[in-house]
């Protein structure tokens, strides 16, 4: 009688520790904040380098030159939504309850994916062949708003869930990783040397 009590308390300890490790969340991966840094930043000298032809084409560096501005004042609405957007997105999840936290993440992100939206029809439109100019193709871009919004969401959303299991100061210091100097966008007039 003894052997199948131990085994019925082995095989229960066995279904528990299985059932309990598949219950857990997802681990918070926030690298795809760089990501996303990355592929905003690689926008930028294609589309210079677009400009750059048509000014050579044409004889006339104006264009590069009033180009440089206009994608400039685009890019910087880009960055500053960026900034807002992982601040908002570490205080839903700092200074609310889970389920006012996801809604206030979820709308945070619709923002910024409006914002990403709007920057990628500038370029792309900036960047699309026009006869006049010469222009030989369109400039393809590896930036997808709609994707790099989903990938953010799921990323803050799992950080969300990890941040659940911490204690207050390290879910702060979790979450401010997400405000370092490695997630910020390079100034524009870095990038468009």
């Known amino acids: 009688m003894k052997r199948y009590n131990l085994l019925i308390?082995?095989?229960?300890?066995i279904f528990n520790v299985t059932t309990?490790?598949?219950k857990k969340s997802p681990a918070a991966d926030l690298s795809v904040l760089k990501e996303t840094k990355s592929k905003i930043e690689a926008t930028v000298p294609l589309v210079i380098q677009h400009l750059q032809a048509i000014a050579t084409k044409e004889s006339d560096n104006t264009i590069l030159t009033n180009g440089k501005i206009a994608v400039g004042k685009e890019y910087k609405i880009l960055e500053s939504e960026w900034f807002l957007y992982r601040n908002n997105m570490k205080n839903c999840i700092l200074n609310n309850s889970s389920k006012?936290?996801?809604k206030c993440m979820?709308?945070?992100t619709q923002y910024l994916r409006n914002t990403l939206i709007n920057y990628n029809n500038y370029i792309t439109n900036l960047t699309r062949k026009n006869g006049y100019l010469g222009v030989?193709?369109?400039t393809k871009f590896d930036f997808k708003p709609a994707d790099i919004a989903?990938?953010?969401?799921?990323?803050y959303f799992n950080a969300n869930d990890a941040a659940g299991r911490m204690k207050?100061?390290?879910k702060r210091e979790f979450?401010?990783?997400?405000m370092s100097d490695d997630n910020k966008l390079t100034p524009f007039d870095q990038l468009a040397q």
Do not use: R
């Open 9 to 13: 308390v082995l095989l229960l300890l």
């Open 20 to 22: 309990a490790q598949k």
């Open 100 to 102: 006012k936290s996801k």
């Open 106 to 108: 979820e709308y945070h």
């Open 136 to 138: 030989e193709g369109d």
């Open 150 to 155: 989903t990938k953010l969401s799921e990323a």
């Open 168 to 170: 207050a100061n390290q």
């Open 175 to 178: 979450l401010d990783q997400t």
